[in-house]
Nanobody, 124 residues
Framework: QVQLVESGGGSVQAGGSLRLSCVGS????????MAWFRQAPGKDREGVAG????????DYADSVKGRFTISQDNADNAVYLQMNSLKPDDTAMYYC?????????????????WGQGTQVTVSS
């Protein structure tokens, strides 16, 4: 059974930084894509950043380009999200996702596996 475990969330002031980690286990095959999503209260879950493992390419939501960086460690089945210049609008529960079925990377329904989430709170 595939499990994804996130860590690294917390509370910071605007302009601060956090680094989220997601470690996967239980794979019987190599996952093709890992991504980070977030969901704020009352809002839909949205794609933040994605990493295409085979090609080493990345995708970002426009709202985080230039501030967030996604990276991946194949040996550890891990994906990381370095978040800099954080804003109050970045406040949300952040989720790790894996095993992309195709289609838009930012659509939650296109991923098979999810972590439980880690809370990020940015105060002004």
């Amino acid at each position: 059974q595939v499990q994804l475990v996130e860590s690294g969330g917390g509370s910071v002031q605007a302009g601060g930084s956090l680094r989220l980690s997601c470690v996967g286990s239980g794979y019987t095959y190599a996952t093709n894509y890992m991504a980070w999503f977030r969901q704020a209260p009352g809002k839909d879950r949205e794609g933040v950043a994605g990493f295409y493992i085979a090609g080493g390419t990345t995708d970002y939501a426009d709202s985080v380009k230039g501030r967030f960086t996604i990276s991946q460690d194949n040996a550890d089945n891990a994906v990381y999200l370095q978040m800099n210049s954080l804003k109050p609008d970045d406040t949300a529960m952040y989720y790790c996702a894996a095993d992309w079925h195709g289609g838009s990377w930012y659509e939650p329904s296109n991923f098979a596996y999810w972590g439980q989430g880690t809370q990020v709170t940015v105060s002004s």
